[in-house]
């Protein structure tokens, strides 16, 4: 294996998305090779001697390393201006990871209310079986997050903007008080991805990913990334080798080539939400449009200031509550029912009955989770496709 060394201090990330990751074979391929094999072989035992000593560089075994898996973490962490990477099987692979690195029985986190629904699963039944607690809090509100710190407190958790409603946390705000608490800040920069939002330029410590979103974003495969420095990274590494959550090199190649695409894919989706976002405010039969990029977003100045656009999810509350609710998602042609999102292909959900179907009613009434919310995540169609597709529906109610 050679490693043409990429400085990739001055280049852009467009650049960087299509060069960095510089891993080649003795053949010398263009496009990256996929290391289907398990194990790797050594010259003599002075070689083994040597790779078993530098476990995270050379190539022993694939749960430790492999050339595909190393081109996507390296890849990854210049796009989002980290020094290292680990990828992990899952999104709740590389979150699972940072627990089990990072924290101990007696430790406590300070978890933003508004996450992914098996973070606060994992959170509060499985670290919690092993004497971990947590705090939740209101994302938006810095007030709580400084009353939540206590003396055990060794990790704040947020994702920016928050699924469905497109709640902004302050990533430089909460880094602050994370900076002066000594407190490792996490971000899961899954609904951004680097196109969008750099948290580690914002203060954040430590990035986490679950690249089936938008990293692949096209539907293919699961797989995760925790992004950060190099001493961080190198405990973590220690973590995944010996527990074996580790990438496969398919699923890694798989998402090498995604990253290829992430900007336009991105930037394309993220538009087209805006521009839906904006059609959906102005129809009669719709009480509510939740998106970042529109003026009306009551935090859209914080969220243009950390994000270069919205994004591209848009949730809206459609007059009449559930019934009505599904009458545009049953009438919709081009988009997918499903829970999942990232994708070119645009998905729609109904959140108080599918993602967030376990709350109660009063817990969806204080998370948000109207009846009548709709939650669509933007893909590549021709956004005069996708207004037809919803205004099917919605001129039925
Ligand atoms: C999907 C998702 C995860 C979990 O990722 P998996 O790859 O499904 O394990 C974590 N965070 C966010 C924001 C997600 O959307």
Sequence with gaps: MSNKKLSTDNLHPDTLAVR????????????????????????????????????????????FTNPTVSMFQERLAALEGGEACVATASGMAAIMAIAMTHLQAGDHIVCSRSVFGAT?????????????????????NIDEWKKA??????LFYLETPSNPLTQIGDIAAISNLAKNSK???VVDNCFCTPVLQKPLTLGADVIIHSGTKYLDGQGRVLGGAVVG???FISKLFTFVRTA???????????????????????????QNALLLAQFLEDHPKIERVFHPGLVSHPQH??????????????????KGGVEKAWMVIDNTNLCSITANLGDTRTT?????????????????????????????????????????DLLTGLNLI
Excluded at 30 to 52: D, G, P, Q, R, Y
Excluded at 127 to 135: A, C, S, V, W, Y
Excluded at 149 to 154: E, W
């Design 20 to 63: 960095a990751g510089t891993l080649r074979s003795q053949f010398n391929e263009h496009s990256e090779a996929i290391f289907l094999t398990s194990s790797f072989c050594f010259e003599n035992s002075a070689e083994a001697a040597e790779k078993f000593a530098n476990a995270q560089t050379g190539f022993i075994y694939s749960r």
């Design 120 to 140: 606060i699963q994992m959170f509060s039944t499985i670290l919690n079986r092993f004497g971990i607690e947590t705090t939740y809090v209101d994302l938006s």
């Design 149 to 154: 710190i206590k003396s055990n407190t060794k």
């Design 183 to 185: 407190v490792l800040f």
């Design 229 to 231: 420095n190099n001493e």
């Design 244 to 270: 074996g959550p580790t990438l496969s090199a398919f699923n890694a190649w798989v998402l090498l080539k995604g990253l290829e695409t992430l900007s336009l894919r991105v930037e394309k989706q993220s």
């Design 301 to 318: 100045e914080l969220a243009m200031k950390q994000q270069t656009s919205g994004g591209a999810i848009v949730s809206f509350v459609v």
């Design 348 to 388: 729609i959900t109904h959140p108080a009955t599918t993602t967030h179907g376990r709350l109660s009613t009063e817990a969806k009434k204080q998370a948000g989770i109207e009846d009548g919310l709709v939650r669509i995540s933007v893909g590549l169609e021709h956004i005069e496709d996708l207004t037809k």
